[in-house]
């Protein structure tokens, strides 16, 4: 397969930065120690932006092959904008990755289609890799037009796009009813909505271009669910909250393949 699969560990607001020392310290141990292959599968943390640096220094020190980024950004390029972080103050540290349109941002800071294909848009422009997230809700999810919903998230975030643009993305399929509830979707519900993103990149973007445009998914991803995830033809990884915060979980997450 052209896609390398994924697994992106999203800390959400949790570990302080001594926290996070012993984390990414931890992880890189059980790594190295059951002779993980980077090639099989990418490894990436996204911790809170107080703990970038910590985890840069660790990673450059040891040389790790594990990748890190962070959990949102602004679309301005600097100026009076409290709070905000941009992509340059992120690429300045190493990041290679940024997610946008978390359903908790979404849900909490009132974020728009628009307003993530922006910050998609912005941190493409910058060098690093979206992670554009979508996802339905539980009343859509009963409905069944999880799909359509999706799919119409996607296209709002892309339009305007050009195909050798969305090749560079990742796109994470989560349904909000399996974030942090311990529900899992099914793999084959999980791959129902992949295969269809995957379909409409094809129609939007062309047959190339959904071929290498990686596809995740995330709720309730963990070590118990995790291969028969990763053996659905259109799931390339995972975005990992919970099960992302203990080295060993992570890790053996990571090596779905062995
Ligand atoms: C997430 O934070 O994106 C997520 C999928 O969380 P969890 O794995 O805890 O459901």
């Given at each position: 397969m052209s896609r390398t699969p994924l697994m992106a560990g999203n800390?959400?607001?949790?570990?302080?930065h001594l926290e996070a020392n012993h984390l990414v310290q931890g992880l890189a141990m059980e790594l190295r120690d059951h002779n993980h292959d980077y090639s099989r599968c990418e490894v990436l943390v996204i911790p809170p932006f107080t703990d970038i640096r910590t985890v840069q220094t660790i990673v450059d020190a040891d040389e790790l092959g594990i990748k890190y980024g962070a959990q949102d950004v602004s679309i301005?390029?600097?100026?009076?904008?409290?709070g905000e972080i941009s992509t340059s103050m992120l690429t300045k540290l190493g990041c290679t990755y940024v997610v946008m349109g978390h359903s908790e941002r979404r849900e909490?800071?009132?974020?728009?289609d628009e307003l993530v294909g922006a910050k998609a848009r912005k941190v493409l422009d910058a060098g690093m890799t979206p992670i554009l997230c979508c996802g339905e809700a539980l009343e859509v999810r009963k409905a069944g037009t999880h799909v359509e919903f999706v799919l119409s998230q996607i296209r709002a975030a892309l339009a305007g796009w050009s195909a050798q643009d969305v090749a560079q993305i990742v796109i994470a399929y989560e349904p909000i009813w399996a974030i942090g509830t311990g529900e899992t979707a099914t793999a084959e519900d999980a791959q129902e909505v992949c295969g269809a993103i995957r379909s409409a990149l094809a129609q939007d973007f062309g047959a190339e271009t959904a071929e290498v445009t990686r596809v995740l998914y995330g709720g309730s991803a963990k070590p118990d669910n995790i291969k028969e995830l990763m053996?659905?033809?259109?799931?390339?990884?995972a975005l990992i909250?919970?099960?992302?915060?203990k080295a060993d979980s992570f890790a053996e997450m990571a090596r779905f393949y062995a």
């Open positions: 800390w959400k607001m949790n570990l302080d301005h390029d600097n100026g009076a904008y409290t909490y800071h009132n974020e728009s053996a659905q033809p259109d799931i390339d990884g909250g919970g099960a992302s915060l």
